[in-house]
């Protein structure tokens, strides 16, 4: 079995990462347009005004999240065949934590909106904590926990003769 040049590794990443992307750009483009209908509909003019400062948070996130999830295609654009894959690839990388980030903030953000207008007070907050450490476990707590997976065999597989 071959090995993969540097250029092919850096492809991979690259391609890898956009995969990645796509879910997630997907999801926060939904979330984003959700937030950008709400204060049309009948129903908003009986929001407090905290839940309207949580929607704003919300909002502001949720365009974060847009604006640094799709940014690599930008930049993309900006490096199409300048030979600057690893760059792009950092910064794509960069970006995607980034735009995860803030997505988590208007997810969560989203969820307090809800809750709060739909529920007491206290059981929104409850609700919202338990969906921001449900995010928070799988999306940093397990996978920094397991960031080695596998690299133990991978070094059998070094060992073993083919």
Same mark, same amino acid.
């Given at each position: 079995?071959?090995?993969?040049?540097e250029k092919q590794r850096w492809q991979r990443n690259f391609a890898d990462l956009l995969q990645e992307l796509r879910v997630a750009q997907t999801g926060v483009q939904i979330l984003f347009a959700f937030l950008l209908t709400l204060p049309f509909s009948a129903g908003f003019s009986e929001t407090t005004n905290f839940q309207r400062d949580v929607y704003i948070v919300a909002l502001l996130a949720a365009a974060a999240a847009t604006a640094m999830i799709i940014s690599p295609v930008a930049f993309h654009r900006a490096l199409f065949r300048q030979g600057r894959k690893p760059e792009l690839v950092r910064f794509a990388h960069r970006m995607a934590s980034g735009g995860l980030a803030f997505m988590l903030v208007a997810m969560v953000s989203a969820? !307090? #909106?809800? +809750?709060?207008?739909?529920?007491?007070?206290?059981?929104? !907050? #409850?609700? +919202?904590?338990?969906?921001?450490v449900w995010f928070l476990t799988f999306w940093a707590a397990l996978p920094f926990a397991?960031?080695?997976?596998?690299?133990?065999?991978?070094?059998?597989?070094?060992?073993?003769?083919?």
């Open positions: 079995m071959s090995k993969e040049t969820v !307090l #909106l809800v +809750t709060d207008f739909v529920l007491p007070f206290w059981v929104a !907050l #409850l609700l +919202t904590g338990c969906t921001g397991r960031r080695n997976w596998g690299e133990d065999d991978l070094d059998d597989d070094e060992d073993t003769p083919a």
